[in-house]
């Protein structure tokens, strides 16, 4: 079986569920952050998915800059839930609710 | 062997060894020290038989597709051609020593494997830098020695000094290593190549190419180098173990970037502005790291700023227009200086860790055989007639008088005369007078795996490296010259004999052997004599306590901490506070959440507003899906 265009996409479509549904019921900002990042890595691999139905390279070149910011995003995000857990004491999302009223 | 095949063992095998050492014998007291030797002992050999096999006009080049991206093709290709022999020769001799010697400086470390798959990953990265064909591959293991250095630096992680100079080290790279990444895309769209063969057969004239290119392609040798204003890393960098120091912040590392502007130079890249701000920099550096090499108590510091200054040395030959003379200053100093590192180890690993200069003293008798290395290396970097170091830091000086740049020939003299003072006041606090503490008082010879390295590098290498410079050419087809594979020896012996020829017509000769000698004696006397009259304390320090703070004072360290406390942090408490705060928050958001009570009531308000993440997420995706279905079914 030739591996096609289809093949691509649903595992991309794939990724990306799992991602999604790791962001809906995950309480834990780590789990839910590395969730976040598999759903971004779907949506590159559509790209690189389209890029070679296309036979061109923009796909391919895009991915090359969202790796590199997603590279710049992780450690900004990280950092962010380091300073959340040294002025809170915890990185669960079901303690974290000042938003609330 | 074929030249395919020896590029190919010259990188796998260190790979090799780091990667099995990393993976199975982390714990292993045995297993990655073997290792690493055996592959710095592949890369030596590997490297003496491609060199003694390659008659050193005709390059050798092998060159393989990496990817391909439209019509732009990356490749990894091998080159080695009369800059690169020399380096290979000197990286592979210099680096399998330090190893030999690290297995025994290393003996009662608890991470040893940690260490030697950190080496093994260094040679691997510096093999790269010296054998690259094009700038992109040179960034590539620029990046990878970066990442070693930084390891190696953190050894000692548990330390909270060695963990923060390992940082510093790493962010001050960055700085220097973006201005080289412009300058390869500057230089690639400018040129539509960065293959060094191809930029070199291109014969540009300096003078026409952009200035910007060559002051960026610079910052990665400002970086790397640790060439003004980026110095401020090497010092910290001693945090790591002495052969570390000995072998990448002296030896290798630090000279790739010196390596680099060689290539560079020789592919005509530079302008004449750019030469000019390496020459003023360099020259500058080497004044100031040769004074302020007295201004530390510390020996490894101390041998640090000694290293600035003649990192400062080869920018400065650079800068002349002599790259071949920077390129055996690099090799020379590889040579003595690492020698002068090991020393410190052998004397910091006898004493117990002791690295204060101070503390002590008497140890002549104690280690003949290190000192004696340390006396040999110290008489060659200090240009001792006929030593190795004489032949290249003596040119330097004879270059500027050539070219006429008086001002920068007064600052290497500076230099010069700074180098004899610190080694005088080296030997003198460490080796002579009495023990000034326990430890020194109960030190003893290091054992052989550390003495013979300081017998080959020290004893041989640093007196004799330089001597194929003094006969006339090779006989045809000897193999070897001097200590040199004869076919390193081209380039090298090329430059220095044009230039000994132009100063020879200028009667130059005679007054700078002179002038040398003068230094020589003059700075090593008066600080053998200086430094006997305070034993157990630092004379200077005592003489002239504000001279003293003076050198000691880390100017541009502090200048650097208050420009990122007073203005960088300062823009970012106005973002944060201001924009993220007030406008963000304040205006933004607070407005919406007492916004929509007001039209939708208190009910929504209790249900919408529940606080949790993963609610608010799914309202989110709820939203996208009734979007979507509005857009589909409308």
Redesign the interface.
Known sequence: MPVGILHHLVLAGVLFAIGLTGVLVRRNLIAVYMSLELMLTACTLGLVAFSKQNNAMDGNLFVFFIITVAAAEVAVGLALIVALFRKRGTVRSDELTSLKN | MTPETAFQTLLGAPLAAAAISALFFRRSRWGAPVLSLAAAGTILWVSLQLLLGWDGHEALHTSYTWFK??DLEFKLGFLLDKTAAPMLFTVSFVAFFIHVFSIGYMDDDSARGRFFAGLSIFMFSIVGIVLADNLFMTFVFWELVGFSSYMLIAHYFDKDYAAAASKKAFITNRVGDLGFLLGILWCWSHYGTVDFQVLENAKLAGSGVPAAIGLLLMCGFIGKSAQFPLHVWLTDAMAGPTPVSALIHAATMVAAGVYLMVKLSVCGLFAPVALDVMLWSGAGLAALGGLCALGQTDIKKSLAYSTLSHLGFMGAAVGLGRPEIALLHMSMHAFFKATLFLCSGSVIHACHHEQDMTRMGGLLKKMPVTAAAFAISGLSICAFPYFAGWYSKDMILTAALVNGNYGAFALLAIAALGTALYIGRMFRLVFLGNANSDEAGHAHESNAWMTIPLVVLGIVFSLGAGWFLSGTHAAEGARMNGLFPASATEFLAHGYHELHHTAAEKGLVLPMLALGVIILVVGLGATLSFYKKTPGDDALRVKSPKLYAALERRWFDNAYDWYIANVQQRVAEFYAFFVDKFLLEGLTIRAIFAGIPAVGGILV??FL??????DY??FF?FGVILYFLYSVVL
């Open positions: 991206l439209g308000r209790r507003f529940t606080g949790r993440m993963s997420a799914a995706v």
